[in-house]
C-alpha cells in the first residue's frame, strides 16, 4: 500500500552536471586572480631578485646559450612578459637558481670560454665635476643608449654597470670586440654642450667563475686591468682574446703589468675589424 517497512526511504536528489564545471570554473578564476594578485607578484619578484639579482640580467645571463636548461628558462621568460604571473616567477626562480648551483659545482658556464669586456668614458670623473649632476646624468643616459644596444645585438650580457663604464659578458671574442667598435662610434656622435666623450675599452677571453649574476677570478682582473690601460678610443685586447679572433689588424702591442693579474702578460691595441 505504499508504506515503507524497516529503514526509512531515502530519496536521492540527482545532481546536474552543471555543478562541478561550476565549482571547476570557480577554482580555476580563484587560482588565475592568485597567479595575478599585485602583491604577491611583487614579492615573488622582490624575492627572485634577492636572490638572483636584477631581474632583466638574470633572465638575459639564464637564457644566453642552447643548452636544454636554458631554452626552457628562455620560454619561461617568454611566458613571464606575456603573462605575468605568481607561477611564472617561481618557475624561472627555481630554474635559475638550479642553473647557478651547477655552475657552482663546476658543471656551467665556468668551465667554458666567456670573453668579458670592460668598457669606460676617458676623463669623465673631472668633467662631471664642472659640468654638474644634471649634465652628468644626461650623459650617462646617452651613453647607455650608445653603448649597451651592440653589446645586447651580439648576444652579450650587461653583467654590471659601472657609473661611467659597464662589465659584459660574451661566449666569444668576435662578439665582444665587434660589440666594442660599434660602442665607440656610436658614442663619438655624443655631443653635450660642447663635449665629445670617448670610450676606452678592454676585452679578455678566459674561463671565469660565474655565481649566481657575476663573475670572478683571475680572468676579470685581467680584463679590468686591460682596460686601465688602455688610452682614449682604444680598443685594447689580452692574447687570449687577439688568437681567438684570428686575421685582424693590430695597430701596437705593449706589455700589460698590473696588480691581480699574472705576470708576463702583453695587450694589443686592435684595428679596425673587417665585416
Known sequence: MGATTGAAAVRLTPVSGREPRRRAQQVISTG???????????????????????EELADRLATARGRPADLAARELASYRRDEPGVIGELGLTALQIWQSISEHQGRGRGELDVAILFTDLVGFSSWALHAGD????????ALAAAVEPPILAKRGEVVKRLGDGLMAAFWDA???A????????????????????????GVHLGRPRRIGGDYFGVDVNIAARLLEAAGPGEVLVSDDALRALGEVEVEQTRPLAA?????????HVLGPLQE
Do not use: C, D, M, W
Open 32 to 54: 588565475r586572480a592568485l597567479n595575478r594578485h599585485p602583491g604577491l607578484l611583487k614579492a615573488a619578484k622582490r624575492a627572485r631578485e634577492r636572490l638572483l639579482g636584477h
Open 134 to 141: 644634471e649634465r652628468a646624468i644626461e650623459l650617462l643616459r
Open 174 to 176: 668576435r662578439s665582444a
Open 178 to 201: 665587434e660589440a666594442a667598435f660599434q660602442a665607440h662610434e656610436r658614442t663619438a656622435s655624443i655631443e653635450l654642450g660642447g663635449y665629445r666623450p670617448l670610450l676606452r675599452t
Open 259 to 267: 696588480k691581480g693579474a699574472p705576470p708576463g702578460l702583453v695587450a
